[in-house]
């Protein structure tokens, strides 16, 4: 036997009793998953292991992810397979607003593994699939997550804008020191000028982003992206508890308690952020439709009394 083969196995981390998710057992679940099977579809809830699914698929929330099972990047948290993609599935934006359909979705969010192996890093497809969703389920929201198209024209992204999401998201996902080590192919300035970006391209798009919480970073380093975030103008913040997926990949250095979380919330909101999301088992498309909805409604409350001044 060889090293390799001794080597003690690492070993799984013991999760603390807040961190409880529902087991995928109901029939929207069956639902939901026959269907993305039948339309070829793969979902962020399954590839990323979300501890949500149980409670998001019953109520037949899925979150797209396009482009592909494969990603072109190696971060040490995501549980996406890295690797050479496919090629580009030109039914798929059908499938998606078809998807859309059968499921009655209000609000959907569809993102994607990054393909920094096309030349547009894939900005065609979501056009595409919000093109497809504008023509078959003209009322529903439709929120993207994209990747950074870092070293992309910036064509691609404004192609997305003009398209007219809802809600663009992009995650930053940490604090920009750890960024080295946890996305190692991502830059925390670049992701910031993204958002701020769309936001200049298009004021009425509501900008949202995330961070995971646990992989080490300080508190004042989570407040100082707070700033930046404001700065950037974003409108709406995401914050959970990062979990390894597996003993491959980064471990959890410390599991935020939901006070502290409850800590970050009121912080985030006393910034200025029109929405916020703090738990640890919140994720991006957690809850989205109902929190897009408040932040719509947030919006039009500030926007009123902007006008009565
Ligand atoms: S939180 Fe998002 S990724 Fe997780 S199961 Fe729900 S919809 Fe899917």
Redesign the pocket.
């Known amino acids: 036997m060889n090293d390799l083969a001794n080597a003690p196995k690492p070993e799984r981390q013991r999760k603390p009793d807040w961190i409880r998710a529902k087991a995928p057992t109901s029939e929207g679940y069956r639902e939901t998953r026959e269907l993305m099977r039948t339309l070829n579809l793969n979902?962020?809830?399954e590839e990323?292991a979300?501890p949500?699914?149980g409670?998001?698929?019953t109520k037949k929330?899925?979150?797209v992810m396009i482009l592909g099972d494969t990603c072109t990047r190696a971060c040490a948290f995501c549980n996406v397979k890295t690797g050479m993609p496919r090629a580009v599935d030109q039914a798929e934006p059908e499938h998606v607003a078809e998807a859309a359909a059968k499921l009655g979705l209000e609000h959907i969010?569809i993102t994607s593994v990054d393909r920094d192996d096309l030349p547009d890093g894939g900005a065609h497809q979501f056009v595409k699939v919000i093109e497809a969703l504008r023509r078959t389920t003209p009322s529903t929201t439709i929120e993207i997550l994209t990747p950074d198209f870092r070293n992309k024209a910036r064509a691609a992204i404004e192609s997305i804008v003009v398209a007219g999401p809802d809600v663009y998201n992009h995650n930053i996902e940490t604090v920009p020191r750890l960024y080295p080590t946890i996305l190692p192919g991502a830059r925390y300035y670049a992701s910031l000028r993204l958002l701020e970006d769309v936001k200049s391209h298009d004021p009425a798009i509501f900008t949202k982003s995330g961070v995971m919480l646990g992989l080490g970073e300080e508190r004042l380093e989570v407040h100082q992206v707070m700033d930046d975030m404001r700065c950037a103008d974003i409108d709406f913040l995401t914050m959970g508890q990062y979990l390894q997926p597996t003993p491959r990949h980064t471990r959890v250095i410390e599991f935020v308690t939901p006070q502290a979380f409850s800590a970050y919330g009121a912080i985030a909101r006393a910034k200025g952020f029109l929405q916020v999301a703090a738990s640890p088992l919140t994720?991006?498309?957690?809850h989205?439709g109902k929190d897009f909805a408040e932040m719509r409604a947030a919006r039009a409350v500030k926007l009123a009394k902007a006008g009565a001044v």
């Open positions: 979902t962020v809830c990323a979300c949500n699914i409670e998001c698929w929330h899925a979150t969010v994720r991006s498309s957690y989205a």
